[in-house]
T-cell receptor
Framework: GAGVSQSPRYKVAKRGQDVALRCDPISGHVSLFWYQQALGQGPEFLTYFQNEAQLDKSGLPSDRFFAERPEGSVSTLKIQRTQQEDSAVYLC????????????FGPGTRLTVL | KQEVTQIPAALSVPEGENLVLNCSFTDSAIYNLQWFRQDPGKGLTSLLL?????REQTSGRLNASLDKSSGRSTLYIAASQPGDSATYLC?????????????FGTGTKLQVIP
C-alpha cells in the first residue's frame, strides 16, 4: 500500500491490560509521529522519531506510554496498565524528511478501555 | 503555549452554498498552517498547507488564507456538496522549539444537506 497503515483498527482492553499499537509508515519516510485524539478533540502530539531515534517524547502523558521504532521503519506504541482515560484514537503520521515536511496520516487505532 | 480555536464547532448548510470556516491561534511565530479533513472512523487527509510567508493557497473549490499577524486563517469552500461533509481541522506548526510540536484545533463539523 502507498499510505500509512495502522493495526489493529479497533482495540478493546480491560483496565490494567497492556496494549501494543502498530504503525507502518510510508516506505522511505524518515520521520514518524504519534498523536492521541480524544473524542471531540483535535489530535495531540505524543512523540516523534527520526529514523530509529526518538527525538521528542515530551507529549507522552505518563511513563506507562512507551514508543519504539527499532529499525527506522515500523513503530509500536505500547501502553502499560491501561486506564479508562487512555481511551482515544491513536494516530500515526509520517513525513518524507524532517518534521517540517507535510505529514501523512494513517486511519488510526481506536482504543477503548473498559 | 500555542492555543488553536476553531469557530463554529458545527455547521449545517444546504448544498450549493459557499461557506467559511475559521481558525485562530495565539502565537504568531508559526512555520506553517495546514487544513485537514477527517471523515468518521478515518485518519486525517491534508487539504491545504500555507507557509508562514504565504497569504493563501487554493485547490479546486477550496481556498485557505493566512493572516499571521492577527493569528487567523480561514478555509473557504465554494459550492458545497454533500461529499464535503466531514470534520475540518486546522493545525499550526511552530517555527521554533521543534517543528514536530504541531497544535491542532478542535475542529468544525460540517454537514452539507442535499
Amino acid at each position: 500500500g502507498a499510505g500509512v497503515s495502522q493495526s489493529p483498527r479497533y482495540k478493546v482492553a480491560k483496565r490494567g491490560q497492556d496494549v501494543a499499537l502498530r504503525c507502518d509508515p510510508i516506505s522511505g519516510h524518515v520521520s514518524l509521529f504519534w498523536y492521541q485524539q480524544a473524542l471531540g478533540q483535535g489530535p495531540e502530539f505524543l512523540t516523534y522519531f527520526q529514523n530509529e531515534a526518538q527525538l521528542d517524547k515530551s507529549g507522552l502523558p505518563s511513563d506507562r506510554f512507551f514508543a519504539e521504532r527499532p529499525e527506522g521503519s515500523v513503530s509500536t506504541l505500547k501502553i502499560q496498565r491501561t486506564q479508562q482515560e487512555d481511551s482515544a484514537v491513536y494516530l500515526c503520521a509520517s513525513s518524507l524528511q524532517g518534521p517540517h515536511n507535510e505529514q501523512f496520516f494513517g486511519p488510526g487505532t481506536r482504543l477503548t478501555v473498559l | 503555549k500555542q492555543e488553536v480555536t476553531q469557530i463554529p464547532a458545527a455547521l449545517s448548510v444546504p448544498e450549493g452554498e459557499n461557506l467559511v470556516l475559521n481558525c485562530s491561534f495565539t502565537d504568531s511565530a508559526i512555520y506553517n498552517l495546514q487544513w485537514f479533513r477527517q471523515d468518521p472512523g478515518k485518519g486525517l487527509t491534508s487539504l491545504l498547507l500555507i507557509q508562514s510567508s504565504q497569504r493563501e493557497q487554493t485547490s479546486g473549490r477550496l481556498n485557505a488564507s493566512l493572516d499571521k499577524s492577527s493569528g487567523r486563517s480561514t478555509l473557504y469552500i465554494a459550492a458545497s456538496q454533500p461529499g464535503d461533509s466531514a470534520t475540518y481541522l486546522c493545525a499550526v506548526r511552530p517555527n521554533s522549539g521543534g517543528y514536530q510540536k504541531v497544535t491542532f484545533g478542535t475542529g468544525t463539523k460540517l454537514q452539507v444537506i442535499p
